[in-house]
């Protein structure tokens, strides 16, 4: 592992109701570098995925965040990672600009023009509706448009691509290239084929039998 | 420091010496309990004003004593399950919570059936019955909230908080409690409170008091081992025994 | 040079969010009202509408109702950003939690708190409470319901990840809400007869500041416990 990694995993494990999900994980990511986290349904990629970000405890080792533990760093941390998960964690009572206004305001406010951030999510139409009105997949785009409005250089994406059509998922999957060749990190899992062809993909397979 | 006490934590290491101690608990609890009940219902002489029936108090105020001690264990544990995730302290919390709540309830019970004789009645709402029965409401919150959580780890860190406020207000109920009983009641003088206590109720009290605390640790030894097994069904260490 | 908001203004623009929601969903905000209202009317049904009777327990009766009525508006502080993932968001965000949490609950009580001491007069009008002692009550309503809701928030964060956390959350919080009523009750009951109160209202601006600057700290933890 080199030191000029910036997210640093050391001895990381993790149980689920006594079962474990997996033990002595080591990895580093450097900048520019995205890390495919692959495995069958249950072998714990979300846990992994909400361990990094915080939101979940390891039950051993630790996350460390330009060789500091991100429990420490804390707001630190949090200014450089955006997170989309399961849930797309917008709320439906509100229209469009206001969900990004918020995102924006609870992290690291980007200069993009949120107008712009709509069109490129090919949700301007919809700036002022309520994401109720909306279908599941252009809420699924809502949440990733999150990744346009705040300025984190670690994005961590749980399926980012469940309700999207094909082209929204390439037009996304051309923005990770974006955000990587601007020496982003990116953590992801996914259970589509889609084609990255960047030079600097890992992939951590989970829950093999060993 | 941290290696010594991360030592002591360590489930294995406790399952041994807890295992070891038990009988030797269970004998020390034994004595001081007959000594502590010869001397309080046989030795002590009868009070002058209340006869026989204050005898009660060798069981109700040690009972009492321990309710709100084992709380303030818990609440110790609580914190050092936020501050150290220490595996041993989540389940010292937990296995305290039914014994605590056992105190409570005999505290309650001892206390009103001495309200029989006194007043007639089994219960008033003497500030410290009613802190006390607060006091077991807390208790089966933290029991109720454990059992609510399938992750017992979750569950743990759950009543680590639960525990930790439950103890700043614990003073202030109290105090609360207090204040409205000598605003609405302030005539009754409040049972348990004596100027003074003549050595020869002191010495059985305090035998019964630390009976009870031993029993506590006797109690609470057994619970956390079939705990601990329970939680490291999994681990190398119990697959060995 | 960050661009990240000031906390004041990331607190500011939290609670206008929280505001702005319980505007779009009124009807929701609008039962623990009614429902204080409710359980209010029932007592005199109960009881009989003796006015001596009335007036003598006004004060208690209408604290009894307050805290059920803060209890059952608890839930909606974390339920619907628990279930739609705001919660996680607000979790992850650059500013302390704690203070997020605050705004939240500040929101909360504006909401669900405050309308009490709109309707309160009204009740307490129609139990028969003297005169003297309904601005000492709205006094208590108005430290005594921010305390309801900074406590309640620590139980709902407690239990929002629980399928049932209904039951357990009146286990966990009503005994701690047991000195606010004590000291709002009597508070009232002695303006009523032309006492001294400052002493109750003391303890119960001492129980405020105490709340406001520990609950948040055990609220943000407690969230941390639940979405994980």
């Known amino acids: 592992m080199s030191s000029s990694a910036l997210l640093e995993t050391r001895d990381l494990s993790c149980n689920r109701n006594d079962r474990l999900l997996f033990e002595h994980l080591d990895f580093g990511l450097e900048p520019g570098q995205m890390l495919v986290v692959e495995g069958p349904n249950g072998c714990g990629k979300t846990s992994l995925l909400r361990i990094l970000t915080g939101l979940r405890l390891a039950d051993g080792g630790e996350i460390l965040w330009r060789g500091e533990p991100i429990d420490r760093l804390a707001g630190d941390y949090y200014e450089q990672v955006t997170y989309v998960g399961h849930h797309d964690g917008v709320k439906h009572e509100l229209s469009c600009l206001e969900n990004l206004r918020l995102a924006r305001a609870m992290g690291m406010p980007s200069t993009a023009g949120l107008d712009d951030i709509l069109e490129q999510v090919n949700l301007y139409a919809y700036g002022e509706t309520e994401v109720g009105s909306l279908s599941a997949g252009q809420k699924r785009r809502l949440a990733l448009a999150r990744l346009l409005a705040t300025d984190a250089m670690l994005w961590i994406l749980d399926e980012p691509f469940t309700s999207l059509d094909k082209a929204s998922m390439s037009m996304f999957a051309s923005l990770f290239e974006k955000h990587l060749q601007r020496q982003g990190l990116i953590v992801m899992t996914s259970h589509h084929d889609i084609s990255l062809p960047t030079l600097s993909v890992q992939h951590l397979q989970l829950g093999r039998q060993s | ?241 | 040079m960050s661009r990240r908001l000031s906390l004041t203004q990331a607190f500011v623009f939290l609670l206008r969010r929280d505001l702005l929601l319980a505007l779009r969903n009124r009807a929701e905000y609008a039962m623990p009202l009614l429902f204080f209202v409710l359980v209010i009317t029932l007592f005199p049904l109960a009881l009989g509408a003796l006015p001596e009777l009335l007036a003598r327990i006004a004060p208690g009766i209408i604290w009894v109702a307050a805290l059920l009525a803060a209890m059952l508006s608890l839930d909606s502080i974390f339920r619907s950003d628990f279930d739609d993932g705001s919660l996680e968001q607000i979790l992850l965000s650059a500013h302390p939690v704690a203070v997020l949490v605050l705004a939240k609950v500040s929101a909360h009580w504006l909401v669900t708190g405050l309308p009490l001491l709109l309707v309160a007069p009204l009740l307490a009008e129609m139990l028969g409470m003297p005169a003297a002692a309904q601005p000492t009550l709205l006094l208590t309503i108005l430290i005594g319901t921010p305390i309801l809701s900074l406590i309640g928030a620590i139980g709902v964060a407690l239990t929002v990840g629980l399928r049932k956390g209904g039951i357990i959350l009146s286990l966990l919080v009503l005994p701690l809400y047991v000195p606010v009523l004590i000291f709002a009750a009597s508070a009232t009951e002695n303006a009523a007869m032309g006492f001294e109160v400052s002493a109750q209202i003391y303890m119960l601006l001492a129980f405020l500041f105490l709340s406001i600057s520990l609950s948040p700290w055990a609220t943000a933890a407690a969230l941390r416990m639940s979405v994980s």
Not at chain 2, 8 to 16: I, K, Q, T, V
Request: proline content about 5%; some cysteine.
């Open chain 2, 1 to 241: 420091m941290f290696l010594w006490f991360h030592k002591l934590g360590s489930p294995p290491h406790f399952y041994r010496i807890a295992g070891k101690w038990i009988p030797w608990l269970s004998w020390i609890f034994l004595m001081l309990l007959l000594a502590g009940l010869y001397g309080g219902l046989i030795e002590a002489p009868p009070d002058y004003q209340q006869g026989e029936s204050y005898r009660i108090i060798f069981v109700h105020v040690p009972a009492a004593w321990m309710s709100l001690f084992i709380y303030v264990v818990m609440a110790f544990c609580g914190a050092v399950i936020i501050v150290w995730r220490m595996k041993l302290a989540e389940v010292v919390l937990i296995s305290s919570a039914p014994i605590g709540a056992s105190f409570t309830f005999l505290a309650l019970v001892t206390g009103s059936l001495w309200g029989k004789p006194m007043w007639g009645t089994y219960w008033v709402w003497d500030a410290r019955l009613t802190s006390e029965l607060i006091l077991l409401f807390l208790y089966l919150g933290i029991i109720g909230l454990h059992n609510a959580i399938e992750d017992k780890r979750v569950a743990s860190r759950a009543v680590a908080i639960l525990a930790l406020v439950g103890v700043v207000n614990i003073p202030i109920i109290h105090y609360s409690v207090e204040w409205w009983h000598s605003l609405h009641q302030g005539a009754t003088v409040t049972k348990f409170d004596k100027p003074s206590i003549h050595w020869s109720m002191l010495i059985p009290l305090l035998l019964m008091a630390l009976a009870f605390q031993v029993y506590y640790v006797l109690a609470l030894f057994q619970k956390c081992r079939v705990e601990l097994l329970q939680r490291e069904r999994n681990s190398k260490w119990v697959e060995e025994l």
